[in-house]
């Protein structure tokens, strides 16, 4: 079942209140931005967005906000091909996903695969270790037409 951003935005709620601190205006719209991407950011792009929405919010609000986000699972941090921790709601979606990444244009796909989770655990059991967490990111290139970067790579390769 997929969280609404008032139920994900109560866990924040909570969160905060359990540590003698509020849901502020900042936070908030940061929260709601953050919610409705369809993807992942980092923080830059993140903090464009909640600007673009609020221009009194600054850059360390939105960086301190992530790694609060972060440190209580709310939301997921990756590094993919640009070397940037890209963000996600943790609650999108109660399955784990895994991610295909396109090395020359960085276009994430996100999958879920059953018989990947179910192969993993087998794995992990069989060689006597308890698996608590994972990520499975493949690097490829995308097969988008076009590929934003194809062309470069192309021209690359007969020059």
Sequence with gaps: MTHTFEQW???????????????????????????????????????????????SVGYATVYRTLKLLEDHDLVHTNTFVDGTARYEIAAHDDEH??????????HITEFENHDIERLQEEVATKL??????????????C?????PHRDARTKRRRG
């Design 128 to 141: 006597g270790f308890e698996l608590v967490d994972h990520a499975m990111v493949l690097y490829g290139r």
């Design 9 to 55: 935005c109560g866990d924040l709620e909570d969160l905060l209140a359990r540590n003698q601190q509020r849901l502020t205006p900042q936070r908030r719209v940061i929260a709601e931005v953050l919610f409705g991407q369809d993807g992942h950011v980092n923080v830059d792009e993140l903090h464009q967005l909640v600007r673009a929405k609020d221009g």
């Design 143 to 147: 097969g988008r037409d076009p590929c």
């Design 97 to 106: 996903h895994d991610h295909l990444v396109c090395k020359d244009c960085g």
